[in-house]
């Protein structure tokens, strides 16, 4: 969790920090990143690096935690836009990325959540079934048919779906396909919630 000095920063510098821990931790494993390299980028001293963060480490959980609230929050507003169609909504945001400059910012934070082996990324929020988000993804799930019987339940499948779209997103990267291909993959998948793949 980082400290109160860097919550207390204004936006711009949070984010030009921001910037650079997903430039540094997406291009490198963080045991080959070191503090040196991060405040150099930033042009600040060694000691207001632990201004902000506790180590290392306490940086890379900040800015995994926060581009994977992030991500996914992109994605729920790709399928809010389509509303009445669930599936349409995520292909929507799956060519977006597909189509983004390897070079671009947005790519980095999607390479640096997809190869990130850091279980708090799969951590659940204690986020009340009663939330307003909450409600409205049941809302969602409601108006496109899907059988879900009890708010639980619909938690449950909000991180099973995005942990199945950020594993296709690593397929992405790691088969370097084109958007057809990413597609074609996202479609398989589709089809087995749909219509299940087992049959006696």
């Not at 690096?49 to 480490?57: A, C, H």
């Not at 581009?67 to 292909?91: P, T």
């Not at 799956?94 to 934070?109: A, G, M, R």
Request: charged fraction near 25%; proline fraction near 2%.
């Amino acid at each position: 969790m980082p400290k109160s000095t860097f919550l207390n920063l204004n936006d711009t510098k949070k984010s030009q920090i921001d910037h650079v821990l997903v430039d540094v931790f997406s291009s490198q494993h963080i045991s080959q990143v070191k503090v040196s390299e991060i405040v150099a980028k930033l042009d600040i001293s060694r000691g207001s690096f632990y201004k902000y963060f506790t180590d290392l480490e306490d940086s890379y959980n900040y800015i995994i935690k926060k581009i994977s609230i992030a991500i996914h929050m992109d994605i729920l507003e790709h399928i809010y836009q389509e509303q009445e169609n669930f599936f349409e909504g995520v292909k929507k945001y799956l060519v977006w990325c597909s189509q983004l400059d390897p070079e671009s910012n947005d790519w980095h934070k999607i390479e640096l959540l997809t190869q990130s082996h850091d279980l708090s990324s799969y951590k659940r929020e204690n986020s009340s079934v009663n939330s307003p988000m909450i409600q409205e993804w049941i809302k969602l799930l409601k108006i496109n048919h899907f059988h879900i019987q009890e708010s639980q339940e619909a938690v449950s499948f909000l991180y099973f779906f995005m942990t199945l779209v950020t594993n296709t997103l690593a397929e992405l990267l790691v088969n370097h396909w084109d958007t057809d291909e990413l597609i074609e993959e996202f479609d398989h998948k589709v089809q087995w919630i749909k219509n299940g793949i087992y049959r006696k």
